[in-house]
């Protein structure tokens, strides 16, 4: 039987003997001059100076169609408009979900198309030579019916995993007021096993997914949202339900502040252990003009909840990304921070997070479980506007994007597997 988390009132169990109070883990109680000094340090510190360029590597090109090695970024053929398009890479293959053309494509290294799961009513007869993914074949295309394709999760032995919404309303939660419609379909070199739903193999359809991953041992971690916040679930390489865990708004873990609002950006699980990590951004509120009340970005941190010891055993604290701009029309220097989006995690617990500035790139974070800074490097995704993109971080490290734009897609990536060995 699954393992549900009994939360109270005051959310799940924290290991005090590992996470010490907000003041001693956070500093968030230093006095004023403190602060400013480390601020300024921080930030002489990311300058663009002082932060090295990771050059990123360019691996294929797509073109905009609906043929086989093609893809479709713009709308539907039945007008819903643009789709999620998801991007993930493991062992040297590269893996496409294509909402829009409703299709899965895996490539090689070097842009060779492999395998296409597609949906027939969707697309062109393929070029490939089609099966039903019975038999070995190098390259082929296998026929399966889809409706909504969102995110995509790779294994071993080639098991791919790819969200699939119902076009249908589904069934209404009335406790979590959402509409259930997300399925998790299985395939094994290109062969359909079955689906996963909230009580396993074939069971309910998950309200809107928001990740979905396969750990090094097969477990697969599906990610949830609802009205009241995530919900997690976790099952072994069968499909048996090992691990429901709700994660409500109302009970995050907070510091030892009242005036903090936490907003939970994203929650990932390890990929060698039982953790999960949710990385939370907290707000002060402030008095802005007219008496109303504003809120100021403070910090970001990630807690580690232990899943077979039921509380957060770590509160890792996210440096600072902050740069000095001059916006018009006084032109004065004036400090912005910007937030870090946490985009997954590598091998050995490693944590990769990115952040945007003004100047169009962006810096790249890598930390361990530990919470120290393992590397910094300034990344460029575009050097042309962007319709569309996607990132995710393999299994052995390497940071992948789908940089979409309007006269096709371009598949790169950087060997920050490099950063971490």
Same mark, same amino acid.
């Given at each position: 039987?699954?393992?549900?988390?009994?939360?109270?009132?005051?959310?799940? !169990?924290?290991?005090?003997?590992?996470?010490?109070?907000?003041?001693?883990?956070?500093?968030?109680?230093?006095?004023?001059?403190?602060?400013?000094?480390?601020?300024?340090?921080?930030?002489?510190?990311?300058?663009?100076?002082?932060?090295?360029?990771?050059?990123?590597?360019?691996?294929?090109?797509?073109?905009?169609? !609906?043929?086989?090695?093609?893809?479709?970024?713009?709308?539907?053929?039945?007008?819903?408009?643009?789709?999620?398009?998801? =991007?993930?890479?493991?062992?040297?293959?590269?893996?496409?979900?294509?909402?829009?053309?409703?299709?899965?494509?895996?490539?090689?290294?070097?842009?060779?198309?492999?395998?296409?799961?597609?949906? %027939?009513?969707?697309?062109?007869?393929?070029?490939?030579?089609?099966?039903?993914?019975?038999?070995?074949?190098?390259?082929?295309?296998?026929?399966?019916?889809?409706?909504?394709?969102?995110? =995509?999760?790779?294994?071993?032995?080639?098991?791919?995993?790819?969200?699939?919404?119902?076009?249908?309303?589904?069934?209404?939660?009335? $406790?979590?007021?959402?509409?259930?419609?997300?399925?998790?379909?299985?395939?094994?070199?290109?062969?359909?096993?079955?689906?996963?739903?909230?009580?396993?193999?074939?069971?309910?359809?998950?309200?809107?997914?928001?990740?979905?991953?396969?750990?090094?041992?097969?477990?697969?971690?599906?990610?949830?949202?609802?009205?009241?916040?995530?919900?997690?679930?976790?099952?072994?390489?069968?499909?048996?339900?090992?691990?429901?865990?709700?994660?409500?708004?109302?009970?995050?873990?907070? %510091?030892?502040?009242?005036?903090?609002?936490?907003?939970?950006?994203?929650?990932?699980?390890?990929?060698?252990?039982?953790?999960?990590?949710? !990385?939370?951004?907290?707000?002060?509120?402030?008095?802005?003009?007219?008496?109303?009340?504003?809120?100021?970005?403070?910090?970001?941190?990630?807690?580690?909840?232990?899943?077979?010891?039921?509380?957060?055993?770590?509160?890792?604290?996210?440096?600072?990304?902050?740069?000095?701009?001059?916006?018009? %029309?006084?032109?004065?220097?004036?400090?912005?921070?910007?937030?870090?989006?946490?985009?997954?995690?590598?091998?050995?617990?490693?944590?990769?997070?990115?952040?945007?500035?003004?100047? $169009?790139?962006?810096?790249?974070?890598?930390?361990?479980?530990?919470?120290?800074?393992?590397?910094?490097?300034?990344?460029?995704? $575009?050097?042309?506007?962007?319709?569309?993109?996607?990132?995710?971080?393999?299994?052995?490290?390497?940071?992948?994007?789908?940089?979409?734009?309007?006269?096709?897609?371009?598949?790169?990536?950087?060997?920050?597997?490099?950063?971490?060995?």
């Amino acid at each position: 039987m699954a393992q549900m988390y009994p939360f109270t009132e005051d959310g799940v !169990k924290i290991d005090t003997n590992r996470v010490a109070n907000y003041a001693d883990r956070t500093g968030m109680k230093r006095t004023a001059a403190l602060f400013c000094f480390l601020s300024l340090f921080l930030l002489s510190a990311c300058g663009e100076s002082e932060v090295r360029r990771l050059e990123r590597e360019e691996r294929f090109a797509l073109e905009l169609g !609906k043929l086989d090695d093609q893809i479709d970024l713009f709308i539907t053929d039945d007008g819903r408009g643009s789709a999620r398009n998801r =991007i993930y890479t493991r062992d040297g293959r590269i893996y496409l979900s294509n909402g829009n053309a409703s299709k899965v494509m895996e490539f090689s290294g070097y842009g060779d198309l492999l395998v296409l799961l597609y949906d %027939p009513t969707a697309n062109p007869r393929p070029i490939l030579p089609t099966s039903d993914g019975g038999f070995p074949t190098t390259r082929r295309a296998v026929a399966h019916e889809f409706h909504d394709l969102g995110e =995509i999760a790779v294994g071993d032995r080639r098991t791919v995993l790819v969200e699939d919404r119902l076009r249908e309303n589904g069934e209404h939660d009335e $406790e979590h007021g959402v509409q259930l419609r997300s399925r998790v379909l299985r395939f094994e070199a290109g062969r359909y096993v079955d689906y996963i739903g909230q009580e396993g193999v074939g069971g309910t359809p998950f309200p809107y997914i928001e990740t979905l991953e396969l750990t090094e041992n097969g477990d697969i971690v599906v990610v949830s949202r609802n009205a009241l916040g995530r919900h997690v679930y976790w099952y072994s390489p069968e499909g048996e339900l090992r691990y429901e865990i709700p994660v409500r708004n109302d009970q995050l873990p907070m %510091p030892e502040r009242d005036d903090l609002i936490p907003v939970l950006e994203r929650i990932r699980p390890d990929l060698e252990e039982r953790h999960l990590y949710l !990385k939370l951004d907290y707000y002060e509120q402030v008095d802005g003009d007219g008496g109303q009340s504003d809120l100021g970005e403070v910090f970001s941190q990630v807690y580690v909840l232990d899943l077979d010891r039921e509380m957060y055993t770590e509160a890792i604290e996210i440096p600072r990304h902050t740069t000095t701009e001059r916006p018009p %029309p006084d032109f004065e220097p004036v400090e912005v921070n910007h937030l870090y989006r946490f985009i997954g995690v590598g091998p050995g617990g490693y944590l990769y997070f990115v952040s945007r500035d003004a100047e $169009e790139s962006s810096e790249l974070l890598i930390m361990d479980r530990n919470g120290q800074v393992n590397a910094r490097r300034r990344i460029v995704l $575009e050097d042309a506007p962007l319709v569309d993109y996607d990132m995710s971080v393999s299994p052995e490290g390497i940071l992948v994007a789908l940089l979409g734009r309007e006269d096709g897609a371009q598949i790169v990536w950087w060997r920050t597997d490099r950063l971490i060995d």
